[in-house]
């Protein structure tokens, strides 16, 4: 189980210091945030964050320098590349073949709750009829 933000923070070359943050529009004003040092370690698990309290997260890691990856707001500056900017098969395969599956089993991770709404529709004529 190789999660997407985990494996952008992985893109991001070994001699580049810093904590890695993954950062990915959730819509809403919200943005799925994770953060990893630079040997893999996660520091912040995959999670949801308003996209207007980015600065107080980042702070909160306490870590200089944060390397921004993913889907950096304009205001801040990322690193890019073509392994980090979204995840890439590269760096999922990598991950995939290092980290124990016990610690890491293939299953998916929701940081959100399920909150589609049923539409409360009218029966459909169609339905009503007897089968031919």
Do not use: K, Q
Request: with cysteine; aromatic share 4%.
């Amino acid at each position: 189980g190789v999660g997407a933000l985990r494996a952008m923070c992985r893109g991001v070359p070994g001699d580049v210091p810093g904590v890695r943050c993954a950062l990915v529009d959730a819509r809403r004003g919200e943005l799925f945030v994770a953060a990893y040092a630079a040997g893999g370690l996660e520091l912040v698990a995959a999670c949801v964050r308003l996209r207007a309290g980015l600065g107080a997260f980042l702070r909160a890691l306490e870590a200089d320098p944060v390397v921004l990856v993913g889907e950096v707001p304009e205001a801040a500056e990322g690193y890019h590349s073509p392994l980090t900017d979204l995840p890439s098969a590269e760096c999922v395969a990598l991950l995939g073949s290092t980290l124990p599956e016990t610690d890491h089993p293939p299953e998916p991770l929701y940081v959100r709750p399920a909150d589609a709404i049923r539409p409360n529709l009218p029966r459909s004529p169609l339905s009503s009829r007897p089968p031919t």
